[in-house]
């Protein structure tokens, strides 16, 4: 088994990879899909990002996406194992339905995460602990450094599937 930072540090490009190809595949940037995060996108927007980035950002925040799924999962599998994963998926899938949320990006992160974690956590490579720090790492990236400069690279990864 790897160092547990060497861990952590994989778990974090892994988890960041995952929750930002499934939500810009979902097409979170596209538009503020839940109560709020238009707002936040135009907000984004006036301070000098990017406002399909700032639509990501807002829809991270206002409803269970992908990083949310992601970390769920991670807890889950940590917990429970496979069944806590996909139990985790449940819980993101009733947030979205209670944020009137009509898309899946958060379940469907939920689960590809489940089966990644718990796949890298049997063969050894990774435990499950370290992709609760990896994800928590990589949602402090782009929602705690800065809105500005995260937005616009979310905003670059949009154009890219658009």
């Known amino acids: 088994m790897l160092t547990e930072i060497t861990q952590i540090i994989i778990a974090f490009a892994v988890s960041f990879i995952l929750y930002a190809t ?3 595949l979902a097409g979170l940037p596209k538009e503020g899909g839940v109560c709020g995060a238009a707002a936040i996108g135009e ?3 006036k301070s000098g990002g990017d406002l399909h980035g700032g639509y990501m950002l807002g829809n ?7 990083s949310a799924g ?5 807890c889950g599998v940590c917990l429970f194992g496979l069944y806590g994963g996909l139990i985790a998926a449940v819980f993101v899938y009733i947030g979205n339905r ?3 949320d009509k898309g899946y990006a958060g379940t469907a992160g939920a689960l590809v995460a489940t089966l990644v974690i718990w796949g890298l956590a049997n063969a050894g490579l990774i435990a499950p ?9 990589a949602i402090l990236v782009i929602q705690g ?3 500005k400069y995260a937005s ?4 670059k990864l949009w154009r890219l599937r658009a």
Not at 70 to 74: E, I, N, P, V
């Open 22 to 24: 499934i939500d810009v």
């Open 43 to 45: 907000a984004v927007e």
């Open 60 to 66: 991270i925040v206002c409803s269970p996406d992908a």
């Open 70 to 74: 992601t970390l769920l999962a991670a």
């Open 98 to 100: 209670i944020c009137s």
């Open 129 to 137: 602990q370290s992709f609760i720090a990896g994800m928590v790492l």
């Open 145 to 147: 450094i800065s809105h």
């Open 152 to 155: 616009r690279l979310l905003g």
